[in-house]
């Protein structure tokens, strides 16, 4: 999930506006976390599946 659909639960108004220390913290946290850090595992999973399909599929046409 990103941080900008998060609402804050201490100033009650959107992490992404970062009013209060609380906000500015997990505004920080979520930007250095990776690309792939909001997708659930089974997502990733998915991915990685359709992934190695894509290479068996090169691999066999080549």
């Known amino acids: 999930m990103t941080y900008d659909r998060l609402v804050c639960a201490n100033c009650a108004a959107p992490v992404s506006q970062g009013r209060c220390p609380v906000?500015?913290?997990n505004r920080e946290r979520l930007q250095q976390e990776g690309p792939f850090a909001g997708?659930?595992?089974m997502a990733?999973?998915?991915l990685m599946l359709v992934l190695?399909?894509?290479l068996a599929l090169v691999a066999r046409t080549a």
Request: net charge positive; hydrophobic share 65%; aromatic share 0%.
């Open 23 to 25: 906000c500015r913290a």
């Open 44 to 46: 990733l999973i998915a």
């Open 39 to 41: 997708l659930n595992p």
């Open 52 to 54: 190695v399909a894509a």
